[in-house]
């Protein structure tokens, strides 16, 4: 049982560029959500999505884009990447929201750098 | 906004001491989350508290939820290096929205 898979791993990008982070999840969750991870800044939402079709923004959506075909997969993509975008990117996903105080499931981690 | 504040940010103590790291909220949540984090992955939930005043315990790791369901508080006996790493607390809202606090960076010296 995988999980929540992420990649790439690490990348390096220049200024402009664009790229999707792509994750999947293998446990059959509704609930799927985008953060970025600062230092010393915690974890900031990027955007979620509680089904196939729906996304919804976070706190910090602008410069992001994501979609939702299906259940498992859900990436993000950003269009023109500027420096301010250099952090750590972590894909979550739960099998519901609060309602039932559920559990995130996190994957590993993308580590963006935007030179 | 709902915030989740997390203290202290940073300690450093030896194999064996006992410690206490806290997180703060003048808002009320329906339950109260602890991530712990290790380098180079993603959060891993350790325990869920639920109802105000409960007590959880995990091997040497004890949490509590404050009465008010405003506060919870980690702490930890005889801290061992593998308790090395940064520890995440996490509030479901009434919005159906989880909020992280900044986290606890914790060192444990061997």
């Known amino acids: 049982n995988a999980g929540v898979t992420q990649t790439p791993k690490f990348r390096i990008l220049k200024i402009g560029q664009s790229m999707t982070l792509q994750c999947t999840q293998d446990?059959?969750?509704?609930?799927m959500y985008w953060y970025r991870q600062d230092p010393g800044m915690g974890l900031k939402l990027i955007y979620y999505?509680?089904?196939?079709?729906?996304?919804d923004k976070g706190e910090v959506p602008n410069g992001y884009n994501v979609s939702r075909s299906t259940t498992e997969d859900f990436p993000l993509r950003l269009e023109l990447a500027a420096p301010s975008q250099t952090s750590v990117y972590f894909c979550?996903?739960?099998?519901?929201?609060?309602?039932?105080?559920?559990?995130?499931?996190f994957g590993s981690g993308t580590q963006l750098s935007v030179l | 906004t709902q915030l989740l504040e997390q203290s202290p940010q940073f300690l450093s103590i030896q194999e064996g001491e006992n410690l206490t790291v806290y997180c703060n909220s003048s808002?009320?949540?329906?339950?109260l989350q602890w991530y712990r984090q290790e380098p180079g992955e993603g959060p891993v939930l350790l325990v869920t508290?639920?109802?105000?005043?409960e007590v959880k315990k995990l091997k040497r790791l004890t949490f509590q939820f404050g009465d008010a369901r405003k506060d919870s508080s980690l702490h930890i006996t005889a801290a061992q290096p593998g308790d090395t790493g940064l520890y995440l607390c996490?509030?479901?809202?009434?919005?159906?929205?989880?909020?992280f606090g900044k986290g606890t960076r914790l060192h444990i010296l061997p």
């Open positions: 999505s509680v089904g196939a079709g729906i996304t």
């Open positions: 979550a996903s739960s099998y519901a929201g609060g309602a039932g105080n559920e559990k995130l499931f």
């Open positions: 508290v639920v109802t105000g005043g």
């Open positions: 996490a509030g479901w809202d009434r919005d159906d929205k989880i909020i």
């Open positions: 446990m059959n969750h509704n609930y």
């Open positions: 808002s009320v949540f329906s339950s």
